[in-house]
């Protein structure tokens, strides 16, 4: 972690600053009838989960470019996700990939403690072959032809369960490889019946204080179909399975110019909204950092969620889910975390009765338009007053670089080798 001293002393140059540009949203805000400090205590109450793989550095099929330090384990990656959680104080929680993040239970728990963190969703992997693996996933897991590997699938999510219950979490997330890469090669029928089948065995097995999130993807590693490769076959899922089953939503899984916000708003009309992975796209899947590209449609799905937000039950899951091929793991986490959060802040001050009204009188300029201020206006003081008040820092990026801790890390963690491609 890093020290407290280089957080205050970082935070002492910038606070006067700060307090100023906070005073004048805040007044700003108070004539538009928004109190900024009901803002920001949303915005300090709100957290995005970091995934434990994401703190490594990503990587494509061609190569991938290995950083200094990076993680040796899951205990190097809790180390890493407590510093982001430290300065930004809004990543609270760590989504675990089973099985590269295997340890003993009581072990996780004890070093989540040491680092300030809980556990989010669990992740199994039936998409690679690991060593020892009686039967391969080459052509498939829980959709597989052949009933004995699928069975060995589902078992892999059963111990995901398992240790999940161990350590706190109460979700899985299912995201398979599955498809094919030629027509013909698999019955699209067949093989989805045979997930449903699988995946119906696992809910079967789900904790009742638990849900199961199953996530489309549009290809890849399938590239001609996938068994789950849009919204409308992950609510099928969903509604085939039960009601503690939901659809996650990652925003890199889509052709490019779907409507993301639209299905985001589908699925919560029908109750199947389970949780996000955050992350950007230009031309598609989940590799680019969130917000990095299209802001605005951030924006739009939060203003999707702030408008369910009313109900009570209302409580997707948040997950960063991206790729770091080019940058500091920690630090592009960190932006991206707070990417999120100012969306959201974004979405908050959004006047709801004045667009409702707007809506129904048909002014699409006003009603467009009045969604729009709310993105138009500059919340940063907002957030930075949040983490400060949180103990974080009021600038996460400036304060990490002056810690060193990127260096002190890679003096105890050797290089790992730049050998072989894939996507970590
Ligand atoms: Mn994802």
């Keep these: 972690m890093i020290g407290g001293d280089i957080v205050a002393g970082e935070n002492d140059r910038a606070k006067a600053s700060l307090q100023a540009d906070y005073d004048a949203l805040g007044e700003h805000l108070d004539r538009r009838g928004i109190d900024i400090g009901e803002v920001k205590a949303k915005v300090a109450g709100y957290g995005v989960a970091i995934p434990s793989w994401g703190v490594g550095t990503g990587g494509t099929r061609f190569a991938r470019f290995p950083g200094a330090g990076e993680p040796r384990g899951i205990f190097d990656k809790l180390d890493d996700c407590g510093v982001i959680q430290q300065l930004t104080r809004a990543t609270p929680a760590v989504s675990l990939h089973i099985p590269w993040d295997v340890a003993p239970a009581a072990d996780l728990v004890a070093k989540a403690e040491e680092t300030g963190l809980a556990f989010d969703a669990m992740n199994s992997n039936t998409f690679q072959d690991q060593e020892g693996q009686a039967l391969s996933y080459k052509f498939g897991s829980l959709s597989h032809t052949d009933a004995a590997t699928r069975a ?47 995946a119906g065995q696992v809910y079967a097995a789900l904790p009742d204080d638990w849900t199961l999130l199953t996530e489309h993807k549009m290809y890849e590693p399938a590239f001609y179909s996938t068994v789950v490769q849009d919204w409308g076959t992950n609510l099928l899922i969903a509604q085939q399975l039960g009601e503690k089953a939901k659809c996650l939503v990652d925003l890199g899984h889509h052709a490019p110019n779907v409507n993301i916000e639209m299905i985001v708003a589908r699925l919560n009309q029908f109750g199947k909204l389970g949780g996000f992975h955050f992350n950007d796209s230009k031309y598609g899947d989940d590799d680019l950092d969130t917000g990095s590209i299209d802001p605005y449609r951030l924006f739009l799905v939060f203003n999707e969620l702030v408008e369910a937000e009313a109900d009570p039950d209302f409580a997707p899951m948040h997950m960063l889910d991206q790729s770091h091929n080019v940058t500091d793991p920690i630090e592009s986490l960190m932006v991206s975390a707070m990417e999120v959060q100012r969306a959201y802040a974004q979405a908050l001050l959004v006047d709801r009765n004045a667009l409702n009204d707007f809506q129904e009188e048909n002014d699409a300029l006003m009603a467009t338009t009045t969604l729009k201020r709310g993105f138009r206006t500059d919340v940063e003081p907002i957030l930075a007053m949040a983490r400060i008040e949180n103990g974080g820092a009021i600038d996460p990026v400036a304060t990490y670089r002056a810690s060193g801790y990127r260096a002190k890390v890679a003096g105890e963690r050797p290089a790992v080798s730049g050998a072989g491609g894939g996507i970590v």
Excluded: K, M
């Design 152 to 198: 060995q699938a589902v078992e892999h999510n059963l111990a995901c369960i398992a240790l999940g219950q161990e350590i706190g979490s109460t979700a899985l997330t299912i995201w398979v490889g599955d498809g094919s890469n030629f027509p013909g090669q698999a019955n699209f029928t067949r093989q989805f019946e045979r997930y449903l089948e699988a």
